[in-house]
């Protein structure tokens, strides 16, 4: 999770906490087949060095991890921010059996890395940036000539229910109103075909949504605990208040309205893009 502190540059919102890093473990879960997919889609395959960006937790890179296998290596960054999330990520590391893996604290705009690579993934990060095409070019000069570079995003707008349930349209619209003004692009999914172009690649693109319904779903807790740590920048903003939101009542909420109304839940898009650096068909 890249929390940049250069001028003009997007901070992490959602923080370095505890509580984030147990979201973040939630997130990866959700969203694990669609990443493994878009990952084999884009061409990552046994023997491969790969750099990973804003790795966080390294859920991302114990996947590529798996596909690299022991031969492969993979590479995993964050900045200084995230050092609990860099920790958390070592000692998964360490405790896995497949893959060689490591993480190191540096910032993307920064980061020089000890030789080249063979791909280049990111998981719901240039969302983060203010110049993502920027930071994308200057990351595929770490390819070699017949690189890989494959990014996930996804379109946060795209997310609600059927039929309608007003108490999650009013969360997805908390969560797009922050984001806007913290200067995080909540529908960067629609917009990596732009920003990959933009970085001189000629992309192919995937999506996909995961849909859900029922009492159990995973769905208003993962809700519940993104506007718990967006609600100090909530607050600041005067988008809404601690109370208006109440999140601590909120997963239960949506769960008892989304049950009887016999709701279903259509997750954010998920959209996966992926292009070779020398600009053959990946």
Known sequence: MLDFDKSGESGYVLGHSDGELARLEQQAEIFSQETDDILRRAGIRA???????????????MATARMVGPEGEVVGIDDAGSALFL???????????HGRVRFEQADVLDYEPDGAFDALV????LMHLSDPAAALQRLTGFLRPDGVVAFIEMDISEAGAQPDLPLLDKCISWI????????????MGSKLYATFRA????P???GSCKIESGPNSITYDFAAETLRTLVPAMEE???ASAEEVGVDILADRLRRQAV?????IFFPRIVGAWAAKDGATA
């Open 47 to 61: 023997g491969m060095r790969v750099l990973d960006i804003g790795c966080g937790a390294g859920d991302v890179a």
């Open 87 to 97: 920790a958390r990520a070592r000692a998964r590391a360490d405790g896995a059996a």
């Open 122 to 125: 990111g998981r719901f990060i």
């Open 176 to 187: 797009i109103r922050t984001y806007d003004k913290v200067g995080v692009e909540p529908n």
């Open 199 to 202: 970085a001189g690649l000629e």
């Open 204 to 206: 192919r693109l995937h």
């Open 237 to 239: 903003f005067g988008i």
């Open 260 to 264: 009887s109304g016999d709701h279903c």
